[in-house]
């Protein structure tokens, strides 16, 4: 009885990393190409963000497209592996210490940045819990 909750409960945490890191990559490269198609109209807090803030936002947006495109083609695999989630997940995690950065360098941004670095330093917490999950549930 007791092997049968501990195998639901590493199916049920295996499911939820596949779940999260699609829902990451589709979410990602959505954001990605909303900025390198949409440039400075998705910047909040930018009123004019001039040529050089533009041009930016839309080379960043592509890489952010691409930092989506892998964690969709984690996803998809079988098992997600772990090592490849760590790594995404460290990229995320740096993105959020860079805001903070940013914060500290700079002051407070727009308050929907604050929120996006809050879910970049919180996130990371919950992918690192997760990320061996489906290779677990895969080794029964």
Do not use: N
Request: hydrophobic share 55%.
């Amino acid at each position: 009885m007791a092997e049968a909750t501990a195998k639901a409960k590493a199916t049920a945490k295996a499911r939820a990393l596949r779940v999260l890191a699609w829902t990451m990559g589709v979410a990602c490269v959505a954001i990605g190409f909303e900025h390198l198609l949409g440039g400075p109209l998705g910047f909040p807090g930018i009123p004019d963000p001039g040529p050089t803030v533009d041009s930016f936002g839309r080379f960043m947006g592509a890489v952010f497209a691409g930092y989506g495109a892998a964690w969709i083609r984690a996803a998809r695999q079988a098992p997600v592996p772990a090592r490849v989630v760590r790594r995404l997940t460290a990229v995320l995690l740096l993105g959020g210490l860079g805001r903070v950065l940013g914060l500290v360098v700079d002051g407070r941004p727009h308050w929907f940045q604050l929120v996006l670095m809050g879910v970049e330093l919180g996130l990371p917490a919950v992918y690192f819990w997760l990320a061996d999950a489906d290779e677990r549930a895969a080794r029964g």
